[in-house]
């Protein structure tokens, strides 16, 4: 089906077509026809569908222009998160052009701003959990006016961090109000804390799809200790347009940023250690070309979808199949090629095959050689997997 015959408004079609965009992916197919009956749904699909679009649309032709109250509240886990969704409504909006008003509601800028900005009375606000229960127990952000509640990464927002602001939120709000939770993963808690709050909920989740063709899957085995080396020559060896390094640890990615800084490779290093406008300005690097190499951690990285990225490299090899998906579900984007290389040091060379079996892709081997990638033709040992292995590799 086309956005039109979705129900999607003439405006709002002519804004997408202006940004490339002509025909619905699979979960906005399912999902937009839900949301725009006031249904409180659950969807869940891979990184990089189209999850936010499939319910910014529905809400956006729902909205009363006309009225001058703050109907939709999207939240977001993360700053930038946030801010793409907030860059997503402008662009809608200038596109269209469709006269509605948006308002950005995160931490580390100034509230007496947001305060400010909140008399004009933006019919869509985008935030996060804290800075918006803030506004609302001030009285400034109407919670009775919401007509629909988003929760964007929710198994990320319905953990210990922010479980409570996120119920504050909800439970301020009518009964009436649509609640739309969105994400990539499904976790247990997540799904039963979900149920509580939404007992009528309606799961959208579309039929598996196979992996990307498009990606290479390649690894190579060294000394923890010599990986930062490693991972310098692998960046010079591959030149990527765009590359995203993952790392656990935010200490990790401030070490490898000074290295790669070190030999003149353009690097930021994305985690929650920085201030906002440090983050802001990292992502506007590496969007725009000024910077080719980022390095996040899977809570920094959550959610953000970067056109153009090439190359994912994991300096730490994440030990559950399902996030590595995650990560190199980040390249490959719109029909292009991409690769992704994880560093192994000997005893995660297990990973490998774990990923082979969990996940049915070919992991190549390879080995550097003056300055080029030569594949490994005969497979070394590795430790067998065994299902059910707990993945005491972190």
């Not at 929710?154 to 109000?177: C, E, G, H, M």
């Not at 090439?310 to 995650?326: C, E, G, K």
């Not at 029909?335 to 079996?357: D, N, V, W």
Request: charged share 25%; hydrophobic share 40%.
């Amino acid at each position: 089906m086309t956005f039109s015959e979705l129900g999607i408004s003439a405006p709002l079609v002519s804004a997408l077509a202006k940004q490339g965009i002509s025909e619905p992916t699979p979960i906005q197919g399912l999902a937009i026809t839900a949301i725009a009956g006031g249904q409180d749904v659950y969807v869940h699909s891979e990184t990089g569908s189209g999850k936010t679009l499939a319910y910014l649309l529905p809400l956006l032709c729902r909205l009363d222009l006309k009225s001058e109250t703050t109907q939709v509240v999207i939240v977001a886990p993360t700053h930038e998160l946030a801010i793409q969704i907030q860059r997503q409504c402008c662009d809608l909006s200038q596109n269209g052009p469709l006269p509605f008003r948006t308002l950005l509601l995160i931490g580390g800028t100034s509230l007496d701003r947001q305060i400010e900005k909140l008399k004009k009375k933006p019919h869509v606000a985008v935030g996060s959990p804290g800075r918006i229960c803030e506004l609302m127990e001030m009285g400034k952000l109407k919670a009775h006016t919401f007509k629909a509640v988003v929760l964007d990464e929710a198994d990320n927002l319905l953990d210990d961090r922010s479980l409570a602001s996120v119920r504050s939120l909800i439970l301020a709000t009518p009964k009436s109000r649509q609640l739309i939770f969105v994400s990539a993963t499904e976790q247990v808690r997540s799904s039963r804390e979900i149920s509580a709050l939404s007992p009528e909920c309606q799961l959208i989740k579309p039929e598996a799809a196979p992996l990307n063709p498009n990606i290479d899957h390649l690894f190579t085995v060294c000394e923890e200790r010599d990986k930062p080396d490693v991972l310098r020559k692998m960046i010079h060896a591959t030149d990527p347009q765009r590359a995203l390094v993952f790392v656990h640890r935010n200490a990790t990615a401030e070490v490898i940023a000074s290295k790669l800084g070190h030999h003149k490779i353009s690097v930021v290093d994305l985690h929650g250690a920085f201030e906002k406008a440090d983050r802001k300005k990292a992502m506007d690097d590496f969007r725009s070309g000024k910077v080719r190499v980022l390095i996040a951690s899977d809570i920094a990285a959550r959610g953000l979808d970067i056109p153009g990225v090439t190359h994912i490299f994991n300096l730490d090899a994440p030990s559950q199949s399902l996030a590595y998906i995650h990560r190199v579900g980040r390249t490959a984007r719109a029909g292009a090629k991409g690769t992704a290389i994880s560093l192994f040091s000997g005893p995660e060379c297990r990973l490998a095959q774990r990923y082979q079996e969990e996940l049915g892709i070919a992991m190549q081997e390879v080995r550097l050689r003056e300055g080029r990638l030569i594949p490994v033709e005969e497979p070394r040992q590795r430790p067998s997997y065994r299902p059910g292995d707990s993945g005491s590799i972190q």
